[in-house]
C-alpha cells in the first residue's frame, strides 16, 4: 500500500509517475518532531536506503544530508556524495515500511547518530511530499517503490560489456593504441570513454580537429572490431561567443540567471561557463538535441559529469578572495589563527560555494526559483535533456547514457556511476555495500570506477576489484591524470587472471542482461541484501559484504589485501563455485552456516542457491559476437529435483523490450532451458566415453565418495577433450542404482 502525504506547497520534482491523492490525519509509525518526523528504532532494527551515501548496507549510525555534492573522497565521515536519493527502508521485528522524501532541496536524516534508538529527518524547507509503503516484506515494498517512481533505464546490450576509460587519452591514436592493446592481449572490449581532452578547448558538442582529425572514422573502424566510443559531456558551457552552444543559450535566454536578470558565471573545465536552465522543457530539449553533433560522428553513447553541477570558483567570489590574499601578502607574519580560515579554508572555499549556489535562480512553471531550493534536481534534469532528446536523434534505439549527480527520477532517462572514488581497498568495499541501496532506488544501471579513480592501483587491487566489478551492470575501468596507468594490459603478473575474470564476465551475460531485464521491466531486484531474502535470519541482517544477485546467485567479493580467503554465511546449503576462469573451477557443496573459504588471488566465490539455474556461454572478444544460444547450465538441484530458468533474448538495439518472444519460458518448450532431472540419465553412448575418461583418470574413487554424499543424486561437470572437439563441456547425472555407473 502506498501513502501520499502532502505539506506545504511542494515544488513538482516529477520523481513519481503515479498519481495518488493526499492523505491526512496521523501518518503511521512516525511522530512529529518540530519541523520533521522521527521514529524510535528497537536494538535489532535496521535501516535500508539512501542510494549513493556512505557507510554500510544498514544506515543506522550516522547522520546524512542529501545533497548532491562534487566529493571525490568517499570517506565515512561524509554526509554527501553526488546523488540525492531519499529513500529509506526499515525493518523492526515484524515492521517492515518504506519511506520517501519527494524534495528537490537539502533533506536531513539523523539514523542513530544522536541517539541509537531514534530515527529522524527534516528538510529544510516545509514543502514536500512524504510517501509512505507498507503491507509488504523488503522485497515487496522496494517493488512497490520502483512501481511508483517508474521504469529504469535500460541501455543497449553492449553497455555490459567492458567499458576502458582514462582522463588522459589526448589525441585518436591513444584511443586507437589502446584498442590495439586490448586485441594484442587477447581481452575482451567493448568500449573506450573519452574524457575532456577530445573536446576542443573543453567546450561542450565540439572535437579537437588536431587531436581528433576525423571522429566519424575512428567512430567507424572501432564500431567495425565490436568498440563504441563513450565521450563526456559536462554541465557548464563554455563562454566564447565563438561557440554556437555559447550564442544560442544567450540568445534564448536559456541560461541561470543572478537576481539582476544576468547570466549567471562560474569556472569548470572551460573556465568561465554559463548553466543551463535544465528545469524548463525547453531548455532541456534544446540542450539535448545538440547531442546531435555527436550522434551524427555515429556515436552511441555519453556519459554526463560535473552535473552537480560542480563549481570551481565564482570571479566575484574569486576576486574577493585575491584582495584579502593581497592584504595578507603585505604580512611579515601570518599566524595560525588567520592562515587556516584566511589562506586554506578561503581557497578551499572557493569550490562548491553554498553562497555561490544561492546567488542564481531557475525559471519554473513561471516563477524564480532559486536554485540551493531545488538544487539536486539540476544533475538529473541533465539526463533527463539527453534522455529525451535520444527518444527524437535515435529513434527506436537505444542509447547509453550515465551519469554523476543524480535525483530518484532520473533513473528513468539514464544510469549512474558512482563518481570520483580513489584506489583503496576501502573504496572497493564502499562499492560493494553501496550497489544494493542505488538499485533499490532504481539506478539499476550502476557500477563503480574499477581499479579506483584517483591514487595509484596495484596489480591485487586491480584484479580483486575486477572480480567484483564483472558483477556489475555498468563495468569501467577510470582512472585520473597524473596516477599510475591501470589498462588491464598494464599489469603483466596477473594478466592471465585478469584475461580469464573479463571472459567470465561475457560468459555470464546470459544470466546477467536476463537478471537486469527481469529488475527493470518486473520491478524486481537485481543487487540485494541477505537480509531481504532471509529477513527472520538474524546473521542474514548482519551481513554487509555478500549481495543476492538476480534469483539464483550470491557473491562473496574478497576485499582485503593479502587476503586468502574469506568468512562467509550461507542463510540455506548452496553450492560454491570457486572460479579461477569459466572453464576451470572448483565446486562444493556446503551447508547453511557460518565458513572460512580459501580463496586466491587469481579466484572468485560465487554461490548458486538451491533450486536454481544459471545459463553460461562461451566468452567471447566483445558483446557482438557473444553467442547466447549454445550455453552450459551451472545448478545447484538437491535431490534430484528439476527446475527451469526463464531467460530474457533480445536483439539488444531496439526499444522493443516487452514483446513476448523476447522470453524463454515454459509455455514454449523451444524456449525452455532445463536442468538435468532425476530418470533422465545421459545416452549410452555417452556414458562409454565418459566411463573411460574417468576411469583413465584415475577418479574413481572421488565418484563413488561423491555417490555416498549425495545419496540418489548428484550433478558432475568438468570439462573434456574429445577426439574432434576441443574444451567440449558435458555434465552427467548420476542416480542410485546398485553398482556405480562406471
Known amino acids: 500500500m502506498i501513502q501520499r502525504f502532502s505539506f506545504g506547497h511542494p515544488f513538482p520534482t516529477q520523481s513519481v509517475v503515479l498519481s495518488l491523492p493526499a492523505e491526512s490525519g496521523p501518518i503511521p509509525f512516525l511522530t512529529p518532531d518540530g519541523s520533521g518526523w522521527q521514529l524510535t528504532l528497537s536494538e535489532q532494527a535496521a535501516v535500508y536506503g539512501l542510494g549513493e551515501m556512505p557507510r554500510g548496507i544498514n544506515k543506522r549510525g550516522w547522520h546524512y544530508i542529501a545533497n548532491n555534492t562534487d566529493e571525490s573522497r568517499h570517506s565515512e565521515d561524509k554526509l554527501s556524495f553526488y546523488g540525492a536519493h531519499n529513500f529509506l527502508l526499515v525493518r523492526d521485528g515484524s515492521t517492515c515500511f518504506g519511506l520517501f522524501v519527494d524534495f528537490p532541496g537539502k533533506v536531513y536524516y539523523d539514523i542513530g547518530y544522536s541517539r541509537h534508538d531514534l530515527l529522524s529527518f527534516h528538510t529544510e524547507t516545509p514543502d514536500y511530499d512524504l510517501y509512505l ?18 521504469r529504469s533505464y535500460i541501455p543497449p546490450r553492449w553497455a555490459f560489456g567492458l567499458a576502458q576509460s582514462r582522463w588522459g587519452y589526448k589525441t585518436e591514436e ?81 541560461f541561470c540567471k543572478k537576481a539582476d536578470g544576468t547570466p549567471f558565471v562560474a569556472a569548470v573545465w572551460p573556465g568561465k561557463a554559463y548553466f543551463a536552465d535544465f528545469l524548463r522543457p525547453e531548455v532541456r530539449e534544446w540542450f539535448g538535441h545538440k547531442y546531435k553533433a ?27 578572495f585575491l584582495d584579502d590574499m593581497a592584504a595578507l601578502r603585505e604580512k611579515d607574519n601570518i599566524e595560525q589563527e588567520e592562515f587556516f580560515p584566511r589562506v586554506v579554508g578561503g581557497a578551499m572555499g572557493l569550490m562548491n560555494s553554498p553562497a555561490d549556489y544561492a546567488s542564481f535562480y531557475h525559471e519554473a512553471d513561471g516563477r524564480k526559483v532559486r536554485h540551493d531550493q531545488v538544487h539536486n534536481l539540476y544533475g538529473g534534469s541533465m539526463t533527463r535533456a539527453a534522455g529525451e532528446a535520444f527518444a527524437d536523434l535515435r529513434p527506436g534505439q537505444r542509447t547509453l547514457l550515465y551519469s554523476r549527480s543524480s535525483f530518484i527520477g532520473s533513473h528513468r532517462y539514464g544510469g549512474i556511476w558512482l563518481g570520483d572514488n580513489n584506489s583503496s581497498w576501502a573504496q572497493l568495499l564502499a562499492n560493494i555495500q553501496m550497489m544494493p541501496s542505488v538499485q533499490m532506488c532504481g539506478f539499476l544501471y550502476s557500477g563503480a570506477d574499477l581499479c579506483g579513480f584517483s591514487c595509484d592501483t596495484t596489480p591485487d587491487l586491480a584484479l580483486r576489484w575486477l572480480e567484483f566489478g564483472l558483477l556489475t551492470p555498468l ?31 561475457y560468459a555470464l551475460l546470459p544470466y546477467l542482461y536476463s537478471e537486469f531485464m527481469k529488475a527493470a521491466l518486473e520491478n524486481t531486484s537485481y543487487f540485494r541484501p541477505l537480509a531481504f531474502d532471509y529477513p527472520d535470519d538474524p546473521d542474514a541482517r548482519e551481513v554487509e559484504d555478500q549481495l543476492l544477485l538476480g534469483e539464483g546467485l550470491m557473491a562473496a567479493p574478497v576485499y582485503v589485501q593479502n587476503a586468502h580467503g574469506r568468512h562467509v554465511y550461507l542463510p540455506e546449503p548452496m553450492k560454491l563455485l570457486r572460479l579461477r576462469a569459466v572453464d576451470d573451477y572448483d565446486e562444493e557443496i556446503l551447508p547453511a552456516g557460518h565458513h572460512y573459504i580459501r580463496c586466491a588471488l587469481d579466484e572468485m566465490l560465487l554461490f548458486i542457491r538451491p533450486g536454481h539455474i544459471i545459463p553460461v556461454a562461451q566468452p567471447a572478444n566483445n558483446t557482438a559476437e557473444l553467442d547466447d544460444a549454445s550455453l552450459t547450465l551451472w545448478s545447484f538441484l538437491p535431490n534430484g529435483e528439476s527446475a527451469e530458468y526463464r531467460m530474457y533474448r533480445d536483439d539488444g538495439v531496439t526499444t522493443e523490450y516487452e514483446k513476448k518472444e523476447h522470453w524463454k519460458n515454459a509455455a514454449d518448450p523451444s524456449f525452455l532451458i532445463k536442468a538435468p532431472q532425476k530418470g533422465r540419465p545421459p545416452p549410452a553412448r555417452h556414458l562409454v566415453f565418459y566411463r573411460k575418461l574417468y576411469y583413465n583418470i584415475g577418479v574413481l574413487y572421488k565418484l563413488r565418495c561423491a555417490a555416498k554424499r549425495h545419496g540418489a543424486f548428484f550433478t558432475l561437470r568438468f570439462w573434456c577433450k574429445s577426439m574432434r572437439e576441443v574444451s567440449k563441456e558435458a555434465e552427467l547425472s548420476w542416480h542410485k542404482c546398485p553398482k556405480p555407473v562406471i
Request: aromatic content about 8%; glycine content about 6%.
Open 174 to 254: 591513444d584511443v586507437r593504441e589502446v584498442a590495439r592493446q586490448y586485441k594484442e592481449h587477447d581481452l575482451p572490449l567493448d568500449m573506450i570513454c573519452m574524457d575532456i581532452e577530445y573536446m576542443q578547448d573543453y567546450a561542450d558538442f565540439t572535437v579537437n580537429k588536431e587531436r581528433f582529425p576525423d571522429l566519424t572514422k575512428l567512430s567507424a573502424d572501432l564500431k567495425a572490431q565490436g568498440i563504441r566510443l563513450v565521450p563526456i559531456i559536462d554541465a557548464g558551457v563554455r563562454v566564447d561567443p565563438n561557440d554556437s552552444t555559447c550564442t544560442e543559450g544567450l540568445e534564448k535566454g536559456y
Open 133 to 150: 509503503l507498507s503491507g509488504g516484506n523488503e522485497n515487496a515494498i522496494c517493488r512497490e517503490f520502483r512501481t511508483l517512481i517508474g
Open 475 to 505: 563495468m569501467r575501468n577510470h582512472s585520473a591524470v597524473g596516477t599510475r596507468m591501470q589498462e588491464y594490459y598494464r599489469f603483466p603478473e596477473v594478466l592471465p587472471a585478469v584475461r580469464n575474470m573479463i571472459r567470465l564476465r
Open 294 to 320: 555527436l550522434t551524427d560522428c555515429g556515436i552511441e553513447g555519453f556519459w554526463n559529469d560535473m552535473n552537480e553541477p560542480s563549481l570551481f570558483y565564482s570571479p566575484e567570489r574569486l576576486r574577493a
